[in-house]
């Protein structure tokens, strides 16, 4: 069974300038994301919380693989309209009120890469949030960068296999990275555990999170 908690098209429409001038679509090589789905086998009927975009593909990966219920709660365009509105420094405030799953209900949470374009205060929130839904036995996949940089586009990790991920872009409103220290990325996610954690060529740390 597939839920959605909430829906928006899986590509909105983009000024053509700025789509010029976003990286054409990759394939990301992932290591994480297969334990990440080994640990949701071992539960019966799954919930999971997807914090980026809609994309039906994903949705009907999961319902098939899974039997999971699935919560799409985009945290991204979230981050984008404070962008947009110059209230980057609202977002730790308005992340301890957004999501409304219970503490301890969740089994799987995909942050993707949404912590590179969270301040630390927000960061810290969000962490502490996902870590607080997640129950014994469950699981967390997320990117973390490990370099600073300018951000201009967010990206939609469309999934083609249990070890491919196509990445396509879509435009943001510029910010830089904010870059967490492993030991900084631990305390926050605490009580979960690092259980996988893998360097990419990208400079981009794959990481799985169990309870």
Known sequence: ???FKRSEREDAA???AARAALPPEAVAHTRAFPRFLNALRQRESPVIVDLGPVIGSNVAFFGERLGC???VEDLFADVERHAREHKRAALADFLSTRLSEDDGTVD???CWDL???LDRPAAVVLAARIARMVQPGGAVFGYFGAAAADLTHYSKFV???DTELAV???PATPMKRHVLQNRDIIRMFEPLIVAESFLLKSNT???LFRR
Request: aromatic share 20%; charged share 25%; glycine share 4%.
């Open 159 to 161: 999934i083609r296999s």
């Open 1 to 3: 069974m597939t839920w």
């Open 69 to 71: 219920k699935i919560f």
């Open 108 to 110: 799987g949470v995909l």
């Open 205 to 207: 740390r794959e990481t």
């Open 14 to 16: 983009a000024p053509a």
């Open 168 to 170: 396509r872009s879509y």
């Open 115 to 117: 912590f590179d374009f």
